[in-house]
């Protein structure tokens, strides 16, 4: 059975950092790429950022790029995001998803990032 | 940015059709995808390539697309198809590729 879990979510200051993880199992997480997908509260899924499943490509959506960083460690079948110059606008549950060609069939349960003061 | 737009809500009866909407200038050259999001819940696909249905995913959900407009049908619905439901696809006119969702639609069945 396909797992992801991801961990790592939690409160922080606008400006502040913070690492999600998202262990996966149940398949051979070295043959595909993942990505991060996230959701305000309240509000509609918003793609955030796609690594390729040998780390080669990443991107970013617009509203994240120069802050996120994406990567991954195959070995620990292990996806990572870390958020750097958070801001309040990024409080979003935030979801792996394994990537089956520009759709997702398998996500993780999410990791809530609050940003506030 | 790339946009696509879906209706905010669509409400129907048991048994009746459901038809929700998704509109981006792209759709003539990309697929479309749904989910299905229950509260509290990851979304799960519900139709991936325009018209294809996932296992487990019951008949009654269908999807097609002409031109810049992708629909998503829910034939029958049922109580339990009450959920938010997004359209997805692709994008890369700024060279690299953006995966884009629409605003969601809430489909109440009642």
């Known amino acids: ?117 | 940015s790339y946009e696509l737009t879906q209706p905010p809500s669509v409400s129907v009866s048991p048994g009746q059709t459901a038809r929700i909407t998704c509109s981006g200038d792209a759709l003539p050259k990309k697929y479309a995808y749904w989910y299905q999001q229950k509260s509290g819940q990851a979304p799960v696909l519900v139709i991936y390539e325009d018209i294809k249905r996932p296992s487990g995913i019951p008949e009654r959900f269908s999807g097609s697309s002409s031109g810049t407009m992708a629909t998503l049908t829910i034939s029958g619905a049922q109580v339990e198809d009450e959920a938010d439901y997004y359209c997805s696809s692709t994008d890369s006119s700024s060279g690299n590729p953006n995966w884009v969702f629409g605003g969601g639609t809430k489909l109440t069945v009642l």
């Open chain 1, 1 to 117: 059975e396909v797992q992801l879990v991801e961990s790592g979510g939690g409160f922080v200051q606008p400006g502040g950092s913070l690492r999600l993880s998202c262990v996966a199992s149940g398949f051979t997480f070295n043959i595909y790429s993942m990505n991060w997908v996230r959701q305000a509260p309240g509000k509609g899924l918003e793609w955030v950022s796609y690594i390729s499943s040998t780390s080669s490509s990443t991107y970013y959506a617009d509203s994240v790029k120069g802050r996120f960083t994406i990567s991954r460690d195959n070995a620990q079948n292990s996806l990572f995001l870390q958020m750097n110059s958070l801001r309040v606008e990024d409080t979003a549950v935030y979801y792996c998803a394994r990537d089956e060609g520009d759709y997702y069939v398998h996500w993780g349960q999410g990791a809530l990032v609050t940003v506030s003061s």
